[in-house]
């Protein structure tokens, strides 16, 4: 079976305090994961030492950049290199999130040079991509996000793309008062995994985890985790409270 992953991104939430204590308390309730289960904590990056010190001894349990930039150092005031990841331990990044695109103006070739420099560094990418509202109302999101797939993960090698996680946002049903649902996360999920099949073959596609960004929350988490292709979610607000992402977790197939 492909890794099920629940992997959280605090944004720009919490104090050290909160933060600490969120995390303890999940870990607390999660438990042991099986095999195939896994969370991931993309937590603000003052927080990398506190959250590496917290899973230290849980297995299937990973820390994560909110992001990282494309070179491995130089004059980048505020940037984050691979290289600072990986001494602190940290060995997942969240590549093209929908608010890096949109609020940093990130180019899919940005996002693709980003990917190949944690590949090349052995950082887990999860690569973000999504439809806006206009786009899924123009019916036009499968060309949409076919592209930005292509631009950002077809330079790379079959060998290479099977280490990245994808993490499908609709960035239309995210704050719009619209709702995506189960179907169509399974629809567009299955539309990705295609297009990696065509691009790099069916053995790479079936064992590439894709994760579902669309506000997933306790309620909701086993009948979109139940979709064939969904392989987890990428949780903004409800990784915030320790009760809702645990039972997210455990949603997990």
Known sequence: MRKQIAAAN????????????LLESIIKQAGNLSDNREAVFAVPAPYFDMAEDKIANKAHMYVA?????SKTSGAYTGE???GMLQSMGVDHAI??????????????????DKVKTCLDNNITPIFCCGEALEVREA?????????????????LSAEEV?????????????????TASSDQAQEMHAFIRSQISAKFGAEVANNISILYGGSVKAANAKEIFGKPDVDGGLVGGS???ADEFVAIIKALK
């Open 95 to 112: 590549v093209g999130h929908s608010e890096r695109r949109e609020y940093f103006h990130e180019s899919n070739q940005l996002l693709a």
């Open 80 to 82: 984050i290199s691979v």
């Open 10 to 21: 605090w944004k720009m939430n919490l104090t050290y305090q909160e933060a600490e204590n």
């Open 162 to 178: 099977q280490k990245v996680v994808i993490a499908y946002e609709p960035i239309w049903a995210i704050g719009t008062g619209k």
């Open 65 to 69: 950049s909110q992001n990282v930039y």
């Open 239 to 241: 990784s915030l409270i």
């Open 139 to 155: 019916n036009t999101q499968n060309d949409f996000v076919g592209t930005q797939l292509e631009e950002s993960l077809y330079t």
